[in-house]
């Protein structure tokens, strides 16, 4: 059996603001996202199944926040997978490190790495349905 897919589609970006509320206030008023205290979550359709949702998200943190860390950067991607064990396991094989434990929620699972580069990128396998019901208020169609 050939290996799973590792990454399936973007999962989010997420940005440091100096003041993430104006920020996403910013990006309603001119370019129409349905944003609450996160930001806003991207509807889309699973092309080998179109009656399943996706959703990747857009989000704005605090300029001084911690989650980005070890990174140095203003931004780190989200990456979504189809199997997050298996890819963190593949990827320790490959020499790349897992920072910290995976984190498991209704929504999903995930774990980070960092890039040659030091952008910090986080690994979702996401739990759509979870994900949907929790986002209804943000979803930016």
């Not at 008023?29 to 509807?43: A, I, M, R, V, W």
């Amino acid at each position: 059996m050939a290996d799973p897919k590792r990454v399936t589609a973007l999962g989010g970006v997420f940005v440091k603001c100096e003041d993430p509320a104006a920020v996403r206030n910013w990006y309603a008023q001119h370019l129409g996202f349905s944003t609450d205290n996160y930001g806003t979550s991207f509807e889309w359709r699973h092309a080998d199944n179109p009656e399943q949702k996706g959703y990747s998200v857009w989000s704005t943190f605090p300029k001084d926040t911690k989650y980005f860390e070890p990174s140095g950067k203003e931004f780190m991607l989200n990456l979504r997978v189809k199997n997050l064990e298996w890819l963190l396991g593949e990827l320790k094989k490959e020499g790349i490190d897992q920072l910290g434990e995976m984190q498991v929620y209704e929504y999903g699972k995930f774990a980070h790495i960092m890039d040659p580069e030091g952008n910090k990128i986080e690994l979702w396998e996401a739990n759509d349905v979870e994900f949907g019901q929790m986002a209804s208020s943000a979803i930016t169609k």
